[in-house]
């Protein structure tokens, strides 16, 4: 069974840092993309970053570029999210997610997000 | 960017009822769109990909069409269960994941 746990989130002021977790099972790590995608309270869907399956690319959405870095241990199953500089919007749920397709990330027509984490809320706010 | 829209916002059905989200691409995106439901304090989960394929355990009252701008999911028979919040998604040619805004389908 495909399982994927997100631990690491909390309370943090503006300025600070974080960093998420996303322990992965159930299915073999390295040969998938994964993602995080957030959700800020009442709020949509938001992609935040992707990792392909051997870590050597990496992609980042605007909001967030040159302030998160996205990491994965395939040895240890673990997807990782370093935030830094966190502002007020970020506050949202992280989920992170596994894109079936392709270990690399390619706009390949079959992209999708297959499984989910139950995602770790991260609030800033002083 | 390519952006999508979907369509309605907010859309109010009873049990039993055939209804329609549609999903708009700024610009056209052949086959590569997915579809998710998402329940209040839940993960999303997967429906429909590569616009018209019924992800693995979805029931058959879910079907997505379209190609190139417009795209359609459609349940053909509401259910309870089915009252939730839908968002379209797609990977651009930038590789980056693009999500609707999303439809909220409540019980009317």
């Known amino acids: 069974e495909v399982q994927l746990l997100e631990s690491g989130g909390g309370l943090v002021q503006p300025g600070g840092s974080l960093r998420l977790s996303c322990a992965a099972s159930g299915f073999t790590f390295s040969s998938y993309a994964m993602s995080w995608v957030r959700q800020a309270p009442g709020k949509g869907l938001e992609w935040v970053s992707a990792?392909?399956?051997?870590?050597?690319?990496?992609y980042y959405a605007d909001s967030v570029k040159g302030r998160f870095t996205i990491s994965r241990d395939n040895s240890k199953n673990t997807l990782y999210l370093q935030m830094n500089s966190l502002r007020a919007e970020d506050t949202a749920v992280y989920y992170c997610a596994k894109d079936p397709t392709l270990p690399r990330i390619a706009a390949a027509g079959t992209n999708r997000f297959d499984y989910w984490g139950q995602g770790t809320l991260v609030t800033v706010s002083s | 960017d390519i952006q999508l829209t979907q369509s309605p916002s907010f859309l109010s059905a009873s049990v039993g009822d055939r209804v329609t989200i549609t999903c708009r691409a700024s610009q056209g995106i052949s086959s590569y769109l997915a579809w998710y439901q998402q329940k209040p304090g839940k993960a999303p989960k997967l429906l429909i990909y590569?616009?018209?394929t019924l992800q693995s355990g979805v029931p058959s009252r879910f079907s997505g069409s379209g190609s190139g701008t417009e795209f359609t999911l459609t349940i053909s028979s509401l259910q309870p269960e089915d009252f939730a919040t839908y968002y379209c998604q797609q990977l651009n040619s930038y590789l980056m994941y693009t999500f609707g805004q999303g439809t909220k389908l409540e019980i009317k």
């Open positions: 590569a616009a018209s």
């Open positions: 990792i392909s399956g051997s870590g050597g690319s990496t």
